[in-house]
Every structure is written in C-alpha cells, then in structure tokens.
C-alpha cells in the first residue's frame, strides 16, 4: 500500500506560497524570518564570530547581517540576559571588523560566489570596486556567478559599505610579472603540484594566465593525467597545444 504525501503548500516560517524548483519546495519570500536568520547564522560562521548560532541569533532577533555591527551592547545584554556572554560576543565582532575581503565577500551568501570564487578574484583585483564583467571574465568566474556577483554589487552593496566597518580589501594581492605569454587551462589532476592553486601560482610568476575553460585565448591545456576529457578533445580539435608535465614546460 502506498501511503499518499500531502506536501506543503504555504512556508511554515511566513506562510508564503511555496514553489516547486527541481523536485524541492522554496520559500521566495526575501522577508522571511527563517531565511533572514539563516542568512545571519551563515555570515557569523564565514566571518568566525563565536557564540552567534541559531539561539543567540533567535533570541537577539537579528535577520541582517548588518545589525552585528549596528546594534548597541545594552540591547544584546536585554537580549542575551548574561554579562559574560555579551562581552564575549562583543569581542568575537570587534574582532571580525578587520576580516579581509577573501573572507567578508563569502559571507554574504552570494549564489556561486564562495571561497573559490573569491579566491580567484583575489588574484585578480584588490577591491570590491575593482569587481566588473570584465575582472570577473578574467578571473576565470563563469556567467551565472558573474551574474549574481553584479547583481549584489549593484543592489545590495551600497547599504552593507554604508553601514559595515570593514575596508573590503583582499588582504594579499600578487604580484606577478606582466601576464605576456598567453593563456593556459588545467584539465584533470596534476602530478607535478600539489594542487591546482599552486600549479597557478607558478604559471601567473612564469607569465601565463590561467583560464577555467578552453576559451578561444588559451595555448596550452595542461593535461598531466592522461585522461581522454572533453577539454582534451577539445584543445586537440582546435590545434590547442596540450602539456603533458607541466614542471617541464615551465622550465623551458
């Protein structure tokens, strides 16, 4: 016997009408409590501020990450009830005022836009003003996080640069020579490095730019595996060199 499923129709949150994505049920509602106090918990997880999980975060009553910064320490002591815990609290946000982009950009919950997206941005542009279509493009982020990532800049962070302390600066941007020996691609795993992060640092000091993809610029795929993938057959099909030992090529 089948037992029939009933599923929910409105949000249990802000009874808002539920909508059907890919065989799961989304709450649209941009002012749901739920949502906004999750939103708050991720960015006290990203930006390491201790002591601010659901609980804290449902009994301040907190639904934007700015209200960390604005709100004043007698309403978290009203909140919080414990002298002890305010003044932890407390320190774990002055703390996180001097975060570094790499880390506040994150935090933020932007679609797409994680540590890796960031990561790659940081070697890109020192700013959050040098983010653009054309900085993103070059950093190796794909259309729908471009998308998002300007989207947000354009809507959403006016208010936080407005009302967060922070200076949005990546901590460390490289410096590397001048990117004059074309464009490179890394399919698969490497046997010369220990990770593509590190395979890319030292093509950036040589004078390449890495790209994510095999993009009409790139002049060699980096393919130490061996693996037949679609980039491979790509690069082949297209007259694209394809690198088999990348220390190798690096030092010639």
């Known amino acids: 016997m089948f037992q029939e499923i009933n599923f929910p129709t409105n949000c249990p949150s802000c009874d808002s009408e539920l909508e059907w994505v890919n065989d799961s049920l989304f709450c649209r509602n941009h002012l749901c409590p739920a949502q906004n106090a999750k939103a708050v918990e991720h960015f006290a997880k990203t930006m390491k501020i201790k002591g601010l999980g659901p609980a804290s975060i449902k009994k301040l009553g907190w639904t934007c990450p700015s209200e960390i910064y604005t709100t004043d320490r007698s309403s978290i002591l009203a909140s919080l009830d414990s002298e002890l815990v305010t003044n932890k609290l407390q320190g774990q946000i002055m703390n996180s005022r001097n975060a570094p982009l790499e880390r506040l950009l994150p935090a933020f919950g932007i679609p797409l836009i994680g540590n890796t997206a960031t990561r790659k941005l940081s070697e890109t542009v020192e700013n959050i003003h040098d983010i653009n279509a054309d900085t993103c493009e070059r950093a190796g ?94 690069a082949r099909d297209t007259g694209v060199t394809i690198v088999t030992d990348l220390r190798s090529f690096l030092e010639n």
């Open 141 to 234: 982020l794909g259309p729908k996080a471009t998308a998002n990532l300007l989207d947000w800049l354009e809507n959403e962070l006016p208010y936080f640069e407005e009302v967060l302390p922070h200076g949005w600066f990546f901590s460390e941007t490289p410096s590397y020579p001048t990117i004059d020996k074309g464009a490179v691609c890394i399919s698969g795993r490497l046997k010369s490095f220990k990770s593509k992060a590190e395979a890319t640092t030292a093509l950036n000091q040589a004078g390449y730019e890495v790209k994510s993809s095999l993009t009409k610029q790139v002049l060699f795929l980096i393919n130490e595996g061996g693996q037949e993938s679609a980039k491979t057959r790509q």
